[in-house]
């Protein structure tokens, strides 16, 4: 007698449903509906209370340093300064045109709150070395306070970085 472990219509069945398989996969990767995931970036700052004083129309807060870390995308990073006595937090997000974090921008006067710079970061990049002051032209925080700063991955959602300094 001759038998046969499997029919042959059983592993016909079995190569088409492979095939389906394998080919949606390709569709889904191919028409984007299978997202690469982007990793988390990794940094690390230091934080310093700038070198000039705060006043009533306002002035530099404080400096974040990276010293470790990925280079990061500026317009995939966001930074969160919270008063940490009023628990108030202040979200400051790139402006291209700008070059610079800017919070609560005001189209009909062309006016900013507060934003961070840096000649560093113009290129739209932070990376190991770079300085940024954090700066206010409204007089938000007051000097003795402290803040904490948050940075933020906007793609993943994910806080990257927190750390504290008292602002003088």
Known sequence: MNRKAVSPVIGTMLMVAVVVILSAVVAGLVFGVVHKIKSTPYAKFVLSD???NINSSGGDL?????YGGDTLTCKDMKFQIV???????????W??????FIYNWNST???YEMYAYGNDIKDGFISVGDEITFNETTPLIKSGTIV?????HV????VIYVGSVIVE
């Open 50 to 52: 700038a070198p000039s």
């Open 62 to 66: 404080f400096v974040a340093s990276m």
């Open 95 to 100: 402006n291209d045109t700008l070059k610079c």
């Open 109 to 111: 006067s062309g006016k």
């Open 148 to 152: 904490e700063l948050r940075v933020i």
């Open 83 to 93: 008063n940490v006595s009023t628990n108030t937090v202040y979200e400051l997000v």
């Open 155 to 158: 793609p993943s959602n994910s």
